[in-house]
């Protein structure tokens, strides 16, 4: 199969950069990132879990605990 695709100038010279350090073909190289990039199960949780990690809140939110004193305490279990 042939496929054309067009590439960035800079993405384009990193490949053939790449192609010749490595000593291999061009199209064998792209051949080999494809496929590795196919067999490598995509890792969306990672950029998610960064997210959520990296999240500083809202400084002035009232902190959960600043609303305990409102509570009710609990029942007594009713045994019959």
């Avoid at 067999?39 to 998610?48: E, L, V």
Wanted: charged share 20%.
């Amino acid at each position: 199969m042939q496929i054309t695709i067009d590439l960035p100038p800079d993405l384009e010279q990193d490949l053939i950069r790449q192609a010749v350090q490595s000593n291999v073909p061009l199209q064998t190289l792209i051949v080999q990132a494809l496929r590795r990039m196919i067999q490598t199960p995509p890792n969306s949780t990672s950029q998610g879990s960064e997210v959520i990690l990296s999240y500083e809140g809202i400084p002035d939110f009232p902190a959960f605990e600043s609303y305990r004193d409102e509570l009710l305490p609990p029942r007594e279990p009713e045994l019959f």
